[in-house]
């Protein structure tokens, strides 16, 4: 087991495609970071190059303090977990398993003893003697787990190892692989699109974008302090809501006002938000989260200057919750951070933003809201969230670069 260190890390293919640039992360021993973004944003070359896979245009890559961009991956001590199980279909789940161990010829019964201890800890120790077209996808993403844990690797890299199962599936096994890391203590980078399979995971989450690293941090503290307006849309689902507006004083304190929609601010966010004060009078992005809107109804006693009034457009029940969409008066926004994080919207949502910006509401279950009718939701202004209208950046406590 080691640290991984990356230092300026850069890629660049011979067409000038600029895959990566200038990363730099540390990923200490035992850790289990996840590099997360929208498709193209870097992350698997980035593994590939640590996994030796990839020639690396500039920048050092260091494994346990040592200097590893000329080593051939076999010599890397790490192990490899991708999407395509590529197990040998000849050869039972125990041969596969062994297969690695074999050809650095460990002795017959070394190989028998870490395969079954890996099978015991796996689950799968019935399912050695099968062959991979007899087991589920499940158990055939476990045989490849456990190729990688028998050769005891200082690291594991594991590229979309969850994307080939099914949703239920992915659920559990996402759980299986947090319990294995945790319980080995293995060095790992794990790499996904998911950005709700990142949060779940991840002891810190690296949000990339375009070859660039956004943000590196724990999962809360992504949530809770995106550092842009790209990582606050990416990170949380259904996504945050985001609309121009207007931070303006009356009577003494900050409200934001979009279209004829208005939110105080209470006091207590200016002062943990300091450069707040730089855009009074200005326009910034405001952001909500669609979790920190509730029915109205059922908050009791929440200030006038929290409430939104709107009709309900449309009314998804899921059973535990529901989510309520709407749109407010605000000016919608919709720049290339937006689109890089959710991609292009649909017609439907285009045509539904003609009277300002969508938004959804994450509503308690019992919430009476029905469709095409008047609704008043109550915000929870002390998670209310400013990005800066031209740098994208956050607004917290200086002013946005």
Do not use: W
Not at 294 to 312: C, K, N, Q, T
Request: glycine share 8%; aromatic share 6%.
């Amino acid at each position: 087991m080691a640290e991984i260190q990356l230092e300026h890390l850069t890629k660049v293919y011979s067409d000038g495609t600029r895959a990566v640039s200038e990363l730099d992360l540390e990923i200490a021993d035992g850790e289990l970071v996840v590099f997360v973004g929208p498709s193209g944003c870097g992350k698997t070359t980035a593994l590939r190059m640590i996994a030796g896979l990839e020639p690396i245009t500039s920048g050092t890559v260091k494994i346990g303090g040592e200097v590893v961009n000329r080593l051939p991956p076999k010599d890397r001590d790490i192990a490899m977990i991708f999407q395509n199980y590529a197990l040998y279909p000849h050869m039972s789940a125990r041969d596969n398993m062994a297969f690695g161990l074999k050809l650095r010829k460990i002795p017959k019964q070394e190989r028998k003893k870490r395969v079954d201890a890996a099978g015991q800890v796996l689950g799968i120790f019935e399912s050695l003697a099968k062959k991979p077209r007899t087991l589920s996808g499940g158990q055939r993403q476990r045989v490849a787990m456990g190729r990688a844990i028998v050769r005891e690797p200082r690291a594991f890299l594991m590229d979309e190892p969850l994307s080939n199962l099914d949703a239920k599936l992915r659920v559990h096994m996402r759980a299986e692989i947090a319990r294995l890391q945790r319980d080995l203590h293995v060095t790992t980078i794990y790499v996904t699109h998911d950005q709700s399979e990142a949060m779940t995971l991840g002891h810190r989450v690296a949000v990339m974008r375009d070859g660039f690293l956004q943000q590196v941090d724990s999962p809360q503290r992504l949530y809770d302090r995106p550092t842009n307006l790209f990582v606050g849309e990416f990170i949380g689902s259904p996504a945050m809501n985001l609309t121009g507006a207007d931070l303006v004083r009356e009577n003494g304190a900050f409200v934001a006002r979009f279209g004829d929609q208005r939110i105080g601010i209470p006091d207590d966010v200016v002062a943990s938000r300091p450069a707040l004060r730089a855009f009074e009078g200005k326009r910034v992005i405001l952001g909500i989260r669609p979790e920190d809107i509730e029915d109205a109804s059922l908050v009791p006693g929440a200030p006038d200057d929290r409430r939104l009034r709107a009709v309900i457009d449309i009314r998804e029940d899921m059973g535990s919750e529901v989510f309520a969409h709407f749109a407010v008066g605000g000016p919608a926004v919709r720049g290339d951070d937006v689109k890089a994080a959710v991609g292009e919207e649909t017609v439907e949502v285009e045509q539904a933003r003609e009277s300002g910006s969508l938004f959804v509401a994450r509503l308690d279950r019992e919430t009476r809201t029905r469709e095409r009718e008047p609704a008043e939701l109550v915000v929870d202004a002390r998670r209310l969230h400013f990005f800066d209208i031209e740098t994208s950046h956050a607004i917290y406590d200086r002013a946005a670069d």
